[in-house]
């Protein structure tokens, strides 16, 4: 995977396909659909991932956290993976990787209409075109790390290295810093890259992006699209206050 092109990708939190086809027109390589933190229910992350999927980007789900019948739900309605937030087990990792994937790879059942969208051999391609993403966002998935990247079905990590890091009591602002985080976070690439699998990890700046990707990670979002409104909105009205105040 060493020599493949960096996957970039951003984090969609605003319930509208509207935002989806804004987001994919950029071209970002991957949108992922927050349904653990954000307010978005199934029928808008239907209308997304389709959004998505005809701007021409791919479109992820995060799901809630150890309910592997979302697994199963994010796939019927379309999506071209999934992210399921704090995985910490080889146990966990195996009942998400039988939602994941069809037999007999795995147990997912036929259903919902991908099939109508992406021709009739939809299940006989899916277990290969789609992704399951396991969080390793706490210590205890950082310690089965081996294990869990071993398992047939389950596709590639993805680090939330702010959860990791108050689940090793270390701040969450002075983390970056610390050496048994970075230890960690090291395993983790190099687990998964052992195993022939993608390692993911979200970023906070443009700095962050490029030590990741030095890190060996080889999918890497960077903030949202709240950041990406409250952000360049925040800046935009700071630039036109003081040309209001004058000289």
């Known amino acids: 995977m060493s020599g493949k092109r ?6 969609q939190s ?3 396909p509207m935002v989806s086809r804004y987001l994919a027109q950029m071209g970002w390589d991957w949108i992922i659909l927050d349904l653990q933190h954000g307010p978005m229910n199934w029928e808008t992350a239907y209308e997304c991932i389709h959004t998505i999927r005809t701007c021409g980007a791919r479109p992820l ?23 399921v937030p704090m995985v910490n087990t080889v146990e966990a990792a195996r009942a ?3 939602a994941a994937k069809y037999p007999p790879l795995g147990g997912r059942s036929l259903g919902g209409d ?3 969208h992406y021709g009739a051999d939809y299940p006989e391609k899916a277990n290969t075109d789609t992704l399951l993403l396991v969080q390793m966002e706490h210590i205890e998935a950082v310690n089965s790390a081996e294990a869990i990247m071993a398992l047939p079905g389950v596709d590639g990590c993805f680090v939330g290295p702010v959860d990791l ?39 906070y700046t443009p700095e962050d992006f490029a030590a990741k990707q030095e890190a060996g990670f080889r999918a890497i979002t960077l903030r949202s699209d709240m950041d990406l409104l409250v952000g360049g ?9 003081r040309i209001a105040a004058g000289p």
């Open 14 to 16: 605003i319930p509208q």
């Open 61 to 83: 789900v995060r799901t809630a956290i150890g309910i592997p019948s979302e697994v199963e739900k994010a796939l019927d309605l379309g999506a071209g993976g999934v992210v």
């Open 233 to 241: 909105g925040r800046e935009l009205l700071g630039r036109l206050e």
């Open 114 to 116: 991908a099939f109508l």
């Open 165 to 203: 890091a108050l689940s090793m009591g270390i701040a969450r602002h002075t983390y970056e810093q610390h050496p048994d985080h970075r230890v960690a976070m090291r395993r983790i690439v190099e687990a998964t890259l052992a195993a022939g699998k993608l390692p993911c990890c979200n970023t």
């Open 96 to 98: 998400l990787a039988r």
């Open 6 to 11: 960096i996957q970039i990708g951003i984090w």
